[in-house]
């Protein structure tokens, strides 16, 4: 990936894995059509779908249920997609999840028409089950933190689809950045769960938090300052191998030209990001973002928030942003939730939240 530029050809994953049951069943003939390219399939790319097994079971093991683990991987490529209907309902959500990762056959110069009847026999298979929507990436499951007599969360759920964009607003001292300690476990909540991908991450240290995808950068940048530049940014890649080089991120974020100055010697913005350019060399699926703007002048955070939805689509992360600048987040957050002294007071999408009463009140002021 070179800097900052457009996003590489992808090819979206298909919106929908699992038929709801509200559109009758699939037209016949498209049914026998993909049923004779699933048992094609496997011929077709036995090499192929060996990597693909391979990748399914390699992915976050801890995530998926054991034995649904152990049955998912039974399916190699000589045996029929008959026995799927044999998982329990959390594998198949869980096999789903990484049935999108047969994306990677794409990668893999085989044809997306190949692919596409792999999923949807997939998809017909878990109807029964009643499987209907993958799992949120992250889920902030109905966490309280206390720190002595202040409560600094207060039974807050809220979650991130993948892809997704997601706002956390509110006044100061609302939790914002207290939720994002309890996500990547620099505080354990008093009450309540985090899972990411569908497991607890309470059993997680942080680094592990790191190694499991999630990356983030602080609210008051925290660089080790005698190091150079690249060197922080190695920090990240060392944490989390991925594909990209730190010398790759650091194009990619236009620092390239300073990787070997000492990053305390660099303006506040520069080291904001470096420190992006950190998370980013860790690989992640979720990045959180403490404040990026912060500092930065108007028109720096204009275009910050091009560049936060480009790199969503260049390192296809999930996003989950805090920030005062209101401009920002609502041009750029597909969904935003409000966090008042601890307590959600709404969620929608920005349109819903700016013209909410209670927020504002409590934070954004009657529109002039
Ligand atoms: N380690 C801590 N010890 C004691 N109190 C804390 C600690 N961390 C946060 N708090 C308190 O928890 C509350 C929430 O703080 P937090 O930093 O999460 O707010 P915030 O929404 O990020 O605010 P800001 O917009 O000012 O960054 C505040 O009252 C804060 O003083
Ligand atoms: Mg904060």
Redesign the pocket.
């Known amino acids: 990936m070179g800097r900052a530029t457009g996003a590489p050809d992808g090819v979206e994953p298909p919106e929908r894995l699992v038929d709801d049951g509200t559109h009758g069943p699939l037209v016949p003939q498209r049914r026998n059509a993909a049923d004779r390219e699933a048992r094609r399939l496997p011929h077709l790319v036995a090499a192929r779908l060996a990597n693909a097994v391979a990748e399914l079971r390699g992915v976050d093991a801890a995530v998926s249920g054991a034995q649904a683990e152990q049955r998912a991987l039974a399916v190699d490529e000589d045996e029929r997609l008959d026995d799927l209907p044999d998982i329990g309902a959390d594998g198949v959500g869980s096999l789903l999840c990484r049935a999108r990762r047969i994306r990677q056959f794409l990668d893999l110069d085989v044809e997306p028409q190949l692919v596409q009847p792999l999923l949807e026999a997939l998809s017909r298979r878990v109807h029964p089950l009643r499987v209907f929507a993958p799992l949120p990436l992250l889920e902030v499951d109905n966490v309280t933190k206390r ?1 002595g007599g ?1 409560v ?1 969360l207060d039974g807050v759920s809220f979650a991130a689809e993948p892809g997704e964009i997601v706002g956390l607003i ?1 006044p ?7 939720a994002f300690n309890v996500i990547t476990r620099l505080y354990t909540p008093d009450e309540g769960d985090v899972r990411f991908e569908g497991a607890s991450l309470l059993g997680t240290s942080p680094s592990g938090v790191i190694r499991r995808g999630i990356a983030r950068t602080f ?1 008051n940048v925290e660089l080790f300052k005698g190091m150079s530049v690249l060197d922080n940014v190695r920090v990240g890649a060392h944490a989390r191998h991925g594909e990209q080089s730190a010398e790759d991120v650091l194009f990619y974020v236009n620092l390239h030209s300073l990787r070997h100055r000492p990053a305390a010697e660099l303006p506040y913005g520069t080291q904001k990001r470096i420190e992006l350019a950190r998370a980013l060399a860790s690989s992640p699926r979720l990045l959180l973002l403490d404040e990026p703007a912060g500092g930065l002048s108007h028109e720096e955070v204009d275009q910050l928030g091009a560049f936060i939805r480009r790199m969503r689509d260049d390192y296809e992360l999930t996003v989950l942003l805090v920030e ?1 600048h209101m401009g920002l987040v609502m041009g750029v957050a597909d969904r935003v939730h409000v ?1 008042d002294f601890g307590r959600k007071i709404a969620e929608g999408t920005p349109a819903e939240v700016r013209g909410d009463k209670g927020v504002i009140e409590a934070y954004l002021g009657a529109p002039t």
């Open positions: 720190f202040i600094a509110g100061n001292g609302a939790g914002k950045t207290t609210q005062h966090l």
